[in-house]
């Protein structure tokens, strides 16, 4: 599809959309099926077809029979189910995720690399552009591509909404709101999107996973980082700086280590990857990563269960505190450090109930992730199917096929 600006390029684009919604909605349908239900004069129909044939979108299914026989069978015109409509990645802190949605919103596959900490953006968009070219058996088609979703670590600018009354046109400010922007757009020739890729995850996380449904919902990723995201009222809640869900940065203990972040004895370093690691190994313990932490846990090792008792502990005070000030219904906990199971849900649920306020006790449901790695890439994709840079407020999500998410929730740890 078409990507240049102006107002022709915005109709043009409005009936592309129109033509595809079409076909999503009815299925196969002819060029005089098509006119009937879309309403354009039969020169623009054609010309927008012709436009959506030779960007790869829309083939011909081969003639229809019609009843009875009568007339020459017409043609009929299809979504191309190798044609990606958009992609989403994740541009996690040690690891790039990527996944894809068809024209007719069906996942057509995830896959993830990791990689080092310090990789140069030119080599993670590489690495993404190989990712993506691995989906759907290398057979996924970009020439109908409307725009990629991004998810980068820390906050996301964007321009102010006074600055930006249309928020399509501003899809290429001259000012990139990440270096890893403008890398996309030149390698995938398409739109970019950008958002906080733990604020994906969560969106992520209440249209498709674990959260379905809920309208309030409170996500924490526990991984490299510690980050999270908001829904409230059914709407992602960004904040006026995009630095909501910043949870890996309450402060959990004044005299404690610094962090990242400039603070001091943030949540992040009790309870990341590496924090959870250091203070293993310090307290003798040995455990190179997070799966061999999950196998000491596994055989019953004391030091590992004691040590994750506390860092439950600490963070389920953090949710607690959230808890009371925003009131989410559900909790989701996601990220690696979630795979230790029970031996740090327990105690994190332990603390978060008895320090909630007790009306909230037994009305909040805390509940572990369910789409693993590629939360970030789906809320990604999320972003770009609702067209809205700013998802201030989004309606509920596409209807992405639920076998293929199944597929995607099966294959995780
Ligand atoms: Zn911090």
Not at 77 to 94: C, K, M, S, V
Not at 194 to 208: K, Q, S
Not at 258 to 285: F, K, M
Request: hydrophobic share 40%; with cysteine.
């Amino acid at each position: 599809m078409s990507h240049p600006r102006g107002p022709l390029a915005q109709l043009r684009r409005g009936h592309e959309e129109l033509v595809l919604g079409l076909l999503r909605k009815h299925g196969p349908l002819s060029r005089g099926e098509l006119g009937k239900l879309c309403q354009l004069s039969r020169t623009t129909l054609y010309d927008i077809l012709a436009g959506l044939v030779a960007g790869g979108a829309v083939v011909a299914a081969g003639p229809q029979d019609t009843p009875r026989g009568r007339g020459r069978p017409a043609e009929t015109l299809t979504l191309n189910p190798e044609a990606g409509q958009a992609i989403g990645i994740d541009f996690a802190r040690r690891a790039v995720h990527v996944a894809a949605v068809n024209l007719a919103h069906e996942i057509v596959g995830s896959a993830s690399e990791p990689h080092d900490a310090d990789l140069p953006w030119e080599q993670r968009v590489d690495l993404a552009e190989r990712l993506v070219g691995s989906l759907n058996d290398g057979g996924l088609r970009l020439g109908a591509l409307s725009a990629i979703g991004a998810g980068v670590v820390g906050p996301v600018g964007w321009p102010e909404p006074e600055d930006d009354p249309e928020p399509e046109d501003d899809l290429e400010p001259d000012e990139p709101a990440h270096p890893v922007q403008p890398l996309l757009r030149e390698r995938f020739g398409a739109p970019v999107l950008l958002d906080n890729n733990t604020r994906l995850a969560a969106l992520g996380e209440a249209i498709w996973g674990a959260a379905a449904g809920d309208r309030d919902v409170l996500y924490l990723r526990l991984s490299h980082g510690v980050g999270g995201g908001l829904v409230v009222g059914g709407a992602l809640h960004r904040g006026a700086y995009g630095l909501s869900g910043e949870f890996g940065h309450i402060t959990v203990d004044p005299d404690g280590a610094p962090c990242d972040c400039g603070g001091t004895g943030c949540l992040e370093t009790v309870a990341s990857i590496r924090a959870v690691l250091d203070a293993y190994r310090a307290a003798g313990g040995r455990a190179d990563d997070v799966p061999e932490l999950v196998k000491a846990i596994r055989a019953g090792d004391g030091t590992a269960l004691t040590l994750l008792e506390g860092v439950g502990g600490t963070i389920g005070g953090v949710l607690a505190a959230v808890c009371n000030a925003i009131g989410p219904s559900v909790i989701v906990v996601g990220g690696e450090l979630a795979e230790t199971g029970p031996a740090l849900i327990e105690p994190v649920e332990r603390a978060l109930r008895a320090q909630v306020m007790p009306v909230s006790r037994h009305r909040v449901s805390l509940r572990r992730a369910t789409l693993g790695e590629a939360a970030g890439a789906l809320g990604g994709i999320a972003l770009v199917l609702h067209e809205s840079p700013l998802l201030s407020r989004y309606p509920a999500g596409p209807d992405l096929a639920p076998d293929l998410l199944e597929d995607i929730k099966r294959r995780q740890p």
